[in-house]
């Protein structure tokens, strides 16, 4: 059964900092992995999308890398601002369903 | 992109009435879809998968007939929580599974917030 795991639960840090958010996973039988955003009583924000055959994607200040054969990856997130304040969730697609991380809550303080 | 619509964002009922939420894929069709709930300050936990035509399959532990599943068209899924008790008070978040383009990704709506008293 696969398990995911996100270190640390949470984190708060000064403005402007770079920071790295963990997920790490157990079964490295996977089709793509997904970082997600979630703000309070909010649904989802996809953030990006890794395939299993990527090592890492970009979307302007964010970096997610994967280490499959690990069973790892890694959310980057540089010059940090405040409104990047929330959630992360990294989830698993191994199949024919997500399976999710604990979540690191972010608090980035102006 | 692909876009979940969930409905409504937040719903309060009194104790032993039922309640309906719909997910609707808006620009694609979902052959699958997903209702996960979550507790306060803890990740999601997936509730049942919906199979446009099919029966809903259940994670164990998930009463099929307290959460009633209907996936009756590849845009349209719904979840209805019967007889709905303070217990069942939480945050409820669909899923579509967008298959049409080069990459699987899924999209998730906004969610609802169930409150009953």
């Not at chain 1, 793509?32 to 649904?43: A, C, I, S, T, V």
């Not at chain 2, 009435?17 to 997910?23: D, P, Y």
């Not at chain 2, 446009?52 to 532990?61: F, H, L, N, V």
């Not at chain 2, 068209?73 to 007889?83: A, K, P, Q, W, Y």
Request: with cysteine; proline share 4%.
């Amino acid at each position: 059964k696969q398990e995911v795991t996100q270190i640390p639960a949470a984190l708060s840090v000064p403005e402007g900092e770079n920071l790295v958010l963990n997920c790490s996973f157990t079964d490295s039988a996977i089709y793509n992995l997904q970082w997600f955003r979630q703000d309070p009583g909010k649904g989802l924000t996809s953030l990006l999308l890794i395939q299993s055959s990527q090592r890492e994607q970009t979307s302007g200040r964010l970096n997610a890398s994967l280490d499959k054969s690990s069973g790892r990856s890694t959310l980057y997130i540089a010059a940090s601002q405040p409104g990047d304040s929330a959630t992360y969730l990294c989830a698993v697609n191994a199949g024919n369903m997500l399976t999710f991380g604990g979540g690191t809550r972010l608090m980035v303080k102006p | 992109g692909a876009v979940v619509s969930q409905h409504p964002s937040r719903v309060i009922c009194k104790s032993g009435t039922s309640v309906k939420i719909e997910c609707r894929s808006l620009d694609f069709q979902a052959t699958t879809m997903f209702w996960y709930r979550q507790f306060p300050k803890q990740s999601l936990m997936l509730m049942a998968t919906s199979n446009e035509g099919s029966k809903a399959t259940y994670e164990q532990g998930v009463e099929k007939d307290k959460f009633l599943i209907n996936h009756a068209s590849l845009t349209l899924s719904t979840l209805t929580v019967t007889s709905a008790h303070p217990e069942d008070s939480s945050f409820y978040i669909c899923s579509a599974r967008d298959s049409t383009g080069p990459v699987v990704g899924y999209t998730f709506g906004s969610g609802t917030r169930l409150t009953v008293v």
